[in-house]
């Protein structure tokens, strides 16, 4: 079925990092349904092969490819094997990620490191593999996905927020030095989105279950995102934010940072709430 932004995408060559699932798997069938040849990549390739396999059979042009982005190498590998194949490279989503939630009292330094490993380096990783190949076919666009976290902060998980504020200043500046190789880059900064992350990422000293059930917003959905997503990619935004409360809480942020103090000491009393007893004492 072809997408309102159809004509922009059509014939391009677009790679998708965890691309089996959530906001990946669904940019990755919205852009193949615009027309686009989809590269679908993750660390689950059985997963990927039964995506494309389906999409080929709508007609749609997508393949599979196993990758794990905190390896360098093979990032790379995949970039220069897209390249190869298909003469060029139009589109990079950087949209792998992971969170482990947690009061820093409480997170271990491998916490981090597994954070930061897979939505910061991975994000970079992918960076250093496409943009070059970009800069000598001058064009290309990477969109790197990071959250409303990274704009605003996030209250018990804070090594997903500060990886998500890294890739946000990451694509601010990348976007600058880009622009006179014809090369755009944007940041997609969402709300809650109904993604993997909420149920399979790990929570430190709480229950998730609680958590879900004291989560302030709705969920949108993974296809609602992609195509917001997609939108503001052919509008070359900056800055892709939404939904309409994420947008506020944004401005807000910029206004004035303590006008969100009161979110923030909200967000982290709902967690609080969630640990065991055993949980309270101080180590």
Same mark, same amino acid.
């Given at each position: 079925m072809e997408t309102p932004f159809a004509s922009y995408y059509l014939r391009k060559v677009v790679l998708i990092t965890g691309a089996t699932s959530g906001i990946g798997r669904a940019l990755g069938e919205s852009l193949c349904r615009s027309g686009a040849h989809v !590269? @679908? +990549?993750?660390?689950?390739a059985e997963l990927a092969s039964e995506i494309t396999d389906a999409l080929l059979r709508e007609g749609g042009h997508a393949e599979a490819m196993k990758l794990d982005v905190t390896d360098a190498a093979a990032v790379q590998s995949a970039v220069d094997d897209v390249c190869r194949r298909h003469g060029r490279l139009d589109l990079l989503f950087n949209n792998a990620g992971i969170s482990a939630a947690g009061e820093v009292l409480d997170l271990q330094l491998d916490h981090w490191r597994r954070v930061i490993d897979v939505n910061l380096m991975g994000t970079l990783h992918g960076i250093q593999a496409a943009y070059p190949a970009m800069v000598r076919q001058r064009s290309g666009q990477i969109v790197n996905v990071a959250s409303l976290a990274g704009l605003i902060g996030y209250p018990g998980n804070t090594p997903y927020a500060a990886a998500k504020a890294a890739i946000v200043m990451l694509s601010h500046c990348l976007r600058v030095e880009a622009e006179a190789y014809g090369i755009k880059? #944007? !940041?997609v900064c969402p709300g809650y989105v109904d993604t993997e992350i909420f149920h399979v990422s790990p929570v430190i000293h709480a229950d998730k279950s609680r958590l879900q059930k004291r989560r302030p917003f709705k969920l949108i +959905?993974?296809? &609602? &995102?992609a195509k917001t997503i997609l939108a503001g990619v052919?509008? #070359?935004?900056?800055?892709?934010? @939404?939904?309409?409360?994420a947008r506020m809480f944004w401005r807000l942020h910029r206004l004035d940072p303590r006008l969100l103090l009161p979110l923030g000491r909200k967000v982290i009393a709902a967690f609080r709430a969630a640990k065991p007893p055993q949980s309270d004492a101080v180590p």
């Open positions: !590269v @679908f +990549s993750g660390r689950r880059v #944007n !940041v +959905s993974a296809e &609602a &995102a052919v509008k #070359n935004k900056p800055t892709i934010v @939404f939904p309409r409360y």
